[in-house]
């Protein structure tokens, strides 16, 4: 069948497969986020990655992809620290950071007006992962399974009462500085297909779709994760045939997904 056509390309087999796997990965990862108040937290480690190939390209490290995960699983434990000591509100110190993040990359990676070559990274390439690659998400996906099979209770109680989960002999700071290294460890083996200017999009969207209409937890976990798979696959279809990039296809159907939720969760009262 011709609505099939684009299946024929190994480019989009490889990038199929891939979604299929970064998709549930979001809406897993972006239903925490989303009750935990740390859409500025997960946007901050987006920006974040243009520092850490900059401190890669400083200390002369070729492998960027290392670089990018070794400064942000450090940057995610130093925002957890200061977000937890300041007496600023945690959004507030999060912007700071993020702010002085993003703007610090530019700086080093525009010297000598060699930014173009990092430029792909704001928008990103889904269409041009290798198999390799594709096994590395894959790794993430059952590392982040795995957490959410023997943590995710834990971090849920942290999240409603901290007092309560110290009753229990649940750490917080360990409990949460996990889940930071964890959420890092997405966003940068991710964000060179997603792009760094709407990977939170990828994150919230979903996640925010499947609150405005779930009853309980186990809706919106399913839901999180349908409408996530959903907007990747048809976005990347979509792109195929309309020629555009696929990051921003995805977002624009997750965006309507959202507004489709909130109008149906209001007029039934959810």
């Known amino acids: ?24 990965l979001f809406g897993l990862m972006g239903t925490m986020i989303v009750n935990r108040k740390m859409a500025f937290f997960s946007d901050a480690l987006g ?32 925002l957890n620290q200061i977000s937890s000591r300041v007496a ?12 002085f993040s ?30 390799e690659e594709i096994l590395y998400l894959a790794f993430i996906f059952a590392v982040t399974f795995v957490f959410w099979l023997l943590g995710f209770n834990k971090l849920l109680a942290v999240s409603l009462n901290r007092t309560l989960a110290k009753s229990r002999r649940i750490s917080a700071a360990w409990m949460e500085n996990l889940f930071a290294v964890l959420t890092a460890l997405i966003v940068m083996v991710s964000i060179k297909w997603v792009g760094i200017l709407i990977i939170n999009a990828l994150l919230i969207l979903p996640a925010a779709s499947a609150r ?21 696959v048809l976005g990347l279809v979509v792109s195929y045939y309309v020629n555009v990039a696929t990051g921003p296809a995805i977002v624009i159907l997750a965006s309507v997904i959202y507004f489709v939720t909130y109008v149906w969760g209001r007029k039934n009262n959810l």
Request: charge should be negative.
């Open 1 to 24: 069948m011709e609505i099939f056509s684009w299946l024929q390309y190994d480019f989009m087999k490889y990038a199929f497969l891939a979604v299929l796997i970064i998709t549930p």
């Open 88 to 99: 600023a509100s945690t959004d507030t110190v999060i912007s700071v950071f993020s702010s």
């Open 47 to 78: 920006h974040s990655a243009l520092t850490g190939i900059a401190v890669g390209v400083v200390f002369g490290v070729e492998n960027t992809n290392l670089s990018m995960v070794v400064f942000a699983i450090i940057f995610a434990l130093l």
């Open 102 to 131: 993003i703007a610090l990359g530019l700086a080093i990676l525009s010297r000598g007006g060699n930014f173009s070559r990092y430029s792909s990274i704001l928008v990103g390439d889904i269409l041009s992962i290798t198999p």
């Open 212 to 232: 405005n209409i779930s009853e309980h937890m186990r809706e919106y976990h399913f839901f999180s994760v349908l409408f996530s798979v959903f907007s990747g």
